[in-house]
């Protein structure tokens, strides 16, 4: 039997929306992307979800979805217990609160990763110092239970944001960019790029090959072992020479 391009058309339109129902009705189907971290593959935590996947985009409504962890509970630990809707709280605008620590301290998305990996007992494997506030580390002494070692570690990586203003709606989408030439943990290579530093002088500093100029500075160093403060603080020597 033959068909005309009329029939064909019509058949084909039935097969798209029909497998679309079908998708939908599967819950399989989803019209835009979700905030689920990646999973362990293997071992004792198998099919946990892996902290060390948490995004900049993740919300603590995100963080309580994957893992069990309140927005209250995230908000009290980064010094937010006064905003207005925690749950709305982007881990990214972390570093907009306390982007001017001293030294090469930062408190952004490593610090929620790592709070997160020792609040549900998950393994996280650092490629560098990870600071959190205080508030974060009394929550991990006095409600977790952890062991005396990791106490002092966190104790000797606690950071005071008793004095830190926190604005009641920081939480809120700020769109106001910040044109200060600061490495900061979400820098990207581009960036720096835009401020002057050639391709080559970053290869160098990072001694590796640049393949996507978009990737954050700060992954790029965690994905391959690298300590972020010591090539942060090499491309800042690099830009204030250019100011």
């Not at 935590?45 to 995230?74: C, H, L, W």
């Not at 925690?86 to 990214?92: A, D, H, Q, R």
């Not at 062991?147 to 606690?158: D, Q, R």
């Not at 080559?200 to 996507?212: F, H, P, S, T, V």
Request: proline share 3%.
């Amino acid at each position: 039997m033959k068909l005309n391009s009329k029939a064909i058309g019509v058949i084909l339109i039935l097969i798209i929306f029909g497998g679309i129902g079908i998708s939908k009705g599967l819950n399989v189907w989803k019209t835009e992307s979700t905030k689920v971290p990646v999973v362990f593959k293997e071992g004792e935590f198998a099919g946990e979800y892996n902290p060390a996947d948490i995004r900049g985009s993740y919300s603590f409504e995100d963080i309580y979805n994957a893992f069990n962890i309140t927005p209250e509970v995230m908000a009290r630990a980064f010094g937010l217990k006064d905003i207005n809707n925690p749950s709305l709280f982007k881990v990214k605008d972390l570093e907009k609160i306390y982007g001017n620590l001293e030294g090469d301290k930062e408190i952004g998305t490593a610090s929620v990763r790592y709070f997160v990996a020792l609040y549900k007992k998950l393994p996280y494997e650092m490629g560098e110092e990870i600071y959190l506030p205080e508030p974060a580390v009394n929550i991990l002494i006095r409600e977790i239970k952890i062991n005396e070692e990791l106490e002092k570690y966190l104790s000797e990586h606690s950071i005071d944001i008793s004095n830190i203003k926190i604005e009641s709606n920081s939480s809120e989408n700020n769109t106001e960019e910040n044109n200060e030439k600061v490495i900061r943990g979400k820098t990207t290579f581009n960036e720096v790029i835009e401020w002057g530093i050639s391709e080559e002088i970053l290869e160098n500093i990072i001694n590796g090959k640049i393949i996507d100029k978009s990737v954050v500075i700060r992954d790029y160093c965690m994905k391959n072992g690298v300590e972020f403060s010591k090539i942060k603080q090499e491309l800042q020597k690099r830009i204030d020479k250019k100011e």
